[in-house]
T-cell receptor, first 114, second 110 residues
């Protein structure tokens, strides 16, 4: 099993640019999560999907952030326009319904906004 | 938002020593998870706990779901250098929306 795949692994961009982060969950997992990790705030849940439908987006910082899951094997997190304070490591994770012990994280995307 | 207090923030121990860390919540959780994160990688799940009082082991690691459902503990016995990393607790009311602790950074001296 390939595990959760994220791309790119590193992204450096300038303030005001659009950033798109990508995630491929583990095949067969029906939940997908986007997290953000910073030194100041730790690991925060941004949004999660069940069967491609967003269930809870209360962690999304503001309207500049949006996430989609067009099918069971792909999700994107978009930031438009990006700001320096968005610099963080963004993780995608997936799991099976009701099985917390199946929540696996991807390797993360380290985003730097200059 | 939900507050999870994890302690200690960091630990420096000698190889072979036992380690204990804990997590407390301001609210009741139904699930507790413990993760380990190595530099440049995503967190890796170590142990999942589903019932108050539950004690679960994974090799040299043992975790407990507190009776009050507001805390959890992780113990590592006979530490080795590869135990180095950051350990996170996570709690949830349901099985999906997890809140994470701030992490315990473990350093092991050979």
């Amino acid at each position: 099993d390939a595990g959760v795949i994220q791309s790119p692994r590193h992204e450096v961009t300038e303030m005001g640019q659009e950033v798109t982060l990508r995630c491929k969950p583990i095949s067969g997992h029906d939940y997908l999560f986007w997290y953000r990790q910073t030194m100041m705030r730790g690991l925060e849940l941004l949004i999660y999907f069940n069967n491609n439908v967003p269930i809870d987006d209360s962690g999304m910082p503001e309207d500049r952030f949006s996430a989609k899951m067009p099918n069971a094997s792909f999700s994107t997190l978009k930031i438009q326009p990006s700001e320096p304070r968005d610099s963080a490591v963004y993780f995608c994770a997936s799991s099976l319904a009701g099985r917390a012990d199946t929540q696996y994280f991807g390797p993360g995307t380290r985003l730097t906004v200059l | 938002g939900q507050q999870l207090n994890q302690s200690p923030q960091s630990m420096f121990i000698q190889e072979g020593e036992d380690v204990s860390m804990n997590c407390t919540s301001s609210s009741i959780f139904n699930t507790w998870l413990w993760y380990k994160q190595d530099p440049g990688e995503g967190p890796v799940l170590l142990i999942a706990l589903y019932k108050a009082g539950e004690l679960t082991s994974n090799g040299r690691l043992t975790a407990q779901f507190g009776i009050t459902r507001k805390d959890s503990f992780l113990n590592i016995s006979a530490s080795i250098p590869s135990d180095v990393g950051i350990y996170f607790c996570a709690g949830a009311y349901n099985f999906n929306k997890f809140y994470f602790g701030s992490g315990t950074k473990l350093n092991v001296k050979p």
